[in-house]
């Protein structure tokens, strides 16, 4: 069961930063902007309530979050669940950025369970004031944040999660590094309820239909690839097929691949100096485990897997590859010289949760979740200071 608290978040003074922009950016040197008054710490331990309202397919959509302390522990205990694999430099950049300010600016993304909305319903009086900080940012996203330090409402949310677990759906590498940098500050010989212990989370109800999950496309920079090389080697996984003149067309490179069959894992390559793109689906004989891929087999045919391990492991004999939610900029980047691109579809929100409910993870750059989380609040780790 996941311990959650209250704690003394610092929020950023509106009268002394453009909130836009200070949300929306990487928060560094905590402790000069908490000594200029541009980050205040709140007195009192809270939880803090969190939309973000946000426009999809023509929709107005508000994703209503709460951002808490929650008890760090590690993936094998099975309380927070990771779905995707890291990157150790990923999760060693994460863990310096953590250790520079002695603080976590970025809250991990994770998901609960609540059909009967009781979460929710702690805290309809917090919602129905004015919000503690109000931004837009330059996605037109617009983030409301109320901070709660009823200790009734805490109180009662507390329990409500004792029964749950946690799905992390974005920031794997960030509680890595929360796990690393406790261990670094010697957070387990610290008292029980130490800040130390505990990392900051944005929690959001996998029951709501408010979750966008983006495509993590990808791009190979490194030199030496021949397109029809790669294409017949290709032919052993996956069924290819020319999409004329498709190259420069993000918009209808994205398309293809949507109309798809569900079921049928498949992506297009874009290659340096083509003008066309080529469309590859698997094989309907061909599976990543009986090419002898170690894969669990529940996941084996989604679409990130596939491409890891068969298109970039065993095609092109690389792992080399970046990652980008944008199309149009691995259009660009082939253009402008990358080897290869790929453009993938989204994964569905069912999938990403059902792939750690087997205990298995995605590659490293599967997935990512729109809009992105606002840097409201900052946690400050302290060795001396309690979150309850």
């Given at each position: 069961?996941?311990?959650i608290?209250?704690?003394?978040?610092a929020l950023?003074?509106?009268?002394k930063?453009d909130?836009?922009?200070?949300?929306?950016?990487?928060?560094t040197?905590v402790?000069?902007k908490?000594?200029?008054?541009?980050l205040v710490?709140?007195?009192?331990?809270?939880?803090y309530?969190y939309?973000?309202?946000?426009?999809?397919?023509?929709r107005?959509v508000?994703?209503?979050n709460?951002?808490?302390?929650?008890?760090?522990?590690?993936w094998?205990e099975?309380?927070?669940r990771?779905?995707?694999?890291?990157?150790p430099?990923?999760?060693e950049a994460a863990?310096?950025?953590?250790?520079?300010?002695?603080a976590?600016t970025e809250?991990?993304f994770?998901?609960y369970?609540?059909?009967?909305?009781?979460?929710?319903?702690?805290f309809?009086?917090?919602?129905?004031e004015k919000?503690?900080?109000?931004v837009?940012?330059?996605d037109?996203t617009?983030?409301r944040l109320?901070?709660?330090s009823?200790a009734?409402?805490i109180g009662k949310l507390r329990p409500?999660?004792?029964?749950?677990?946690?799905?992390v759906l974005?920031?794997?590498a960030r509680y890595?590094?929360m796990?690393a940098?406790?261990e670094k500050?010697?957070?387990?010989?610290a008292?029980?309820y130490?800040?130390?212990k505990?990392?900051?989370?944005?929690m959001?109800?996998?029951?709501?239909?408010?979750?966008?999950?983006?495509?993590?496309?990808r791009?190979?920079?490194?030199d030496g690839?021949?397109r029809?090389?790669v294409?017949?080697?290709a032919?052993?996984?996956?069924?290819?097929?020319?999409?004329?003149?498709?190259?420069?067309?993000?918009g209808?490179l994205?398309?293809?691949?949507?109309?798809t069959t569900a079921?049928?894992?498949t992506f297009?390559?874009?290659?340096?100096?083509?003008?066309?793109?080529w469309?590859?689906?698997?094989?309907?004989?061909?599976?990543?485990?009986?090419?002898?891929?170690?894969?669990?087999?529940a996941i084996?045919?989604?679409?990130?897997?596939?491409?890891?391990s068969?298109?970039?492991?065993?095609?092109?004999q690389?792992a080399a590859?970046?990652t980008d939610?944008d199309a149009?900029?691995?259009v660009?980047?082939v253009k402008?010289?990358?080897?290869?691109?790929?453009i993938m579809?989204?994964m569905t929100?069912d999938?990403?949760?059902?792939?750690d409910?087997?205990g298995?993870?995605?590659?490293?750059?599967?997935?990512?979740?729109l809009?992105p989380l606002a840097?409201?609040v900052?946690?400050?780790?302290d060795?001396d200071e309690?979150?309850v």
């Amino acid at each position: 069961m996941p311990a959650i608290a209250g704690f003394r978040g610092a929020l950023w003074d509106p009268s002394k930063v453009d909130l836009a922009k200070v949300v929306a950016t990487p928060v560094t040197g905590v402790k000069d902007k908490l000594a200029r008054g541009e980050l205040v710490r709140d007195p009192a331990r809270a939880v803090y309530r969190y939309h973000q309202v946000f426009s999809d397919s023509g929709r107005t959509v508000t994703r209503q979050n709460v951002i808490v302390a929650a008890r760090l522990t590690p993936w094998s205990e099975g309380q927070i669940r990771p779905h995707e694999a890291t990157d150790p430099t990923a999760r060693e950049a994460a863990t310096s950025s953590i250790a520079a300010s002695a603080a976590h600016t970025e809250p991990v993304f994770a998901g609960y369970r609540d059909s009967a909305r009781e979460v929710d319903r702690l805290f309809r009086r917090a919602e129905s004031e004015k919000p503690t900080l109000e931004v837009t940012t330059p996605d037109k996203t617009i983030h409301r944040l109320w901070r709660v330090s009823s200790a009734e409402v805490i109180g009662k949310l507390r329990p409500l999660f004792a029964p749950k677990r946690l799905h992390v759906l974005d920031g794997h590498a960030r509680y890595e590094g929360m796990l690393a940098y406790a261990e670094k500050i010697g957070a387990e010989d610290a008292p029980q309820y130490s800040s130390a212990k505990y990392g900051l989370v944005c929690m959001s109800n996998l029951d709501e239909p408010t979750f966008v999950v983006a495509a993590r496309h990808r791009i190979v920079r490194s030199d030496g690839f021949k397109r029809d090389a790669v294409l017949d080697a290709a032919k052993k996984y996956f069924v290819v097929d020319k999409l004329p003149g498709l190259a420069g067309d993000a918009g209808k490179l994205e398309k293809a691949v949507a109309e798809t069959t569900a079921h049928q894992p498949t992506f297009v390559a874009l290659f340096a100096n083509d003008a066309d793109a080529w469309k590859l689906t698997l094989k309907g004989d061909v599976s990543p485990v009986g090419e002898g891929i170690d894969v669990h087999r529940a996941i084996q045919k989604y679409d990130p897997v596939v491409v890891e391990s068969l298109f970039l492991r065993r095609v092109l004999q690389t792992a080399a590859a970046t990652t980008d939610v944008d199309a149009a900029s691995v259009v660009s980047a082939v253009k402008g010289g990358a080897a290869i691109g790929m453009i993938m579809r989204p994964m569905t929100l069912d999938q990403i949760v059902h792939t750690d409910e087997v205990g298995a993870v995605l590659p490293f750059g599967s997935t990512a979740f729109l809009p992105p989380l606002a840097n409201l609040v900052t946690y400050v780790v302290d060795l001396d200071e309690d979150v309850v």
